[in-house]
């Protein structure tokens, strides 16, 4: 799993977090990223993914306008700034390296790389 995320935490209602998925041992220069979510008993959910050149990104609609994807390839991380957090957005996320950008799971043997998660958790 040499995807690392961090940046999770808990958060109000309105709240804002970044998130980070740096590559550990390897170069995200040729990899798409896509950043799943999944809460207990769910399936994962894309939520945004980004070209491997960043000129590419795609967000879920739950999402939409409230998080924003990058990637600064000089430092093999890519982020994503959630903003305007709700309840509905507690989840464990996580990032996968993929072939494109794309944000349906074909599950968890279809990508080369994963992190363990980081936890968020948005409550009052």
């Known amino acids: 799993l040499p995807l690392v995320e961090s940046g999770g935490g808990l958060v109000q209602p309105g709240g804002s977090l970044r998130l980070s998925c740096a590559a550990s041992?390897?170069?995200?220069?040729?990899?798409?990223i896509v950043w799943f979510r999944q809460v207990p008993d769910e399936e994962r959910e894309g939520i945004s993914c980004?070209?491997?050149?960043?000129?590419?990104?795609n967000y879920a609609d739950s999402v939409k306008g409230r998080f924003t994807i990058s990637r600064d390839n000089a430092k093999d991380t890519v982020y994503l700034q959630k903003d305007n957090l709700n309840p509905e957005d507690t989840a464990v996320y996580y990032c996968?390296?993929?072939?494109?950008?794309?944000?349906?799971?074909?599950?968890?043997?279809?990508?080369?790389?994963w992190g363990r998660g980081t936890q968020v958790t948005v409550t009052s």
């Open positions: 996968a390296a993929d072939d494109g950008c794309e944000l349906r799971f074909k599950g968890p043997q279809a990508y080369e790389h």
């Open positions: 980004i070209s491997s050149s960043g000129g590419r990104t």
């Open positions: 041992g390897f170069s995200l220069d040729p990899h798409a």
